[in-house]
Nanobody, 113 residues
């Protein structure tokens, strides 16, 4: 059973950057769209960014121009580079393999003002 493990979260000041990683325990990127999602306290989980099997990407309007999703197929790892962070980006960030319907455990990102 494929496992997803996120890392890279933490506390950062507004305007700062973080890079999240999601390591998969197997080679799944050729059969799965991968996504980053986030859930803030009291809010529904929302899509942040997707990277499709083809390598194309989509972003939520709220993060366009600030966040970049990428992957390293050789390392079975998906990344989320987050720049110009805002307090409203504070949330637990989750990695998701869409075709497998598999979630990671999440990593906390906190942006202080």
């Amino acid at each position: 059973q494929v496992q997803l493990e996120e890392s890279g979260g933490g506390l950062v000041q507004a305007g700062g950057s973080l890079r999240l990683s999601c390591a998969a325990s197997g080679s799944i990127f050729n059969t799965n769209t991968m996504g980053w999602y986030r859930q803030a306290p009291g809010k529904q989980r929302e899509t942040v960014a997707l990277i499709y099997i083809t390598g194309s990407t989509t972003y939520a309007d709220s993060v366009k121009g600030r966040f970049t999703i990428s992957r390293d197929n050789a390392k079975n790892t998906v990344f989320l580079q987050m720049n110009s962070l805002k307090p409203e980006d504070t949330a637990v960030y989750y990695c998701y393999a869409l075709n497998l319907r598999r979630w990671g455990q999440g990593t906390q990102v906190t942006v202080s003002s």
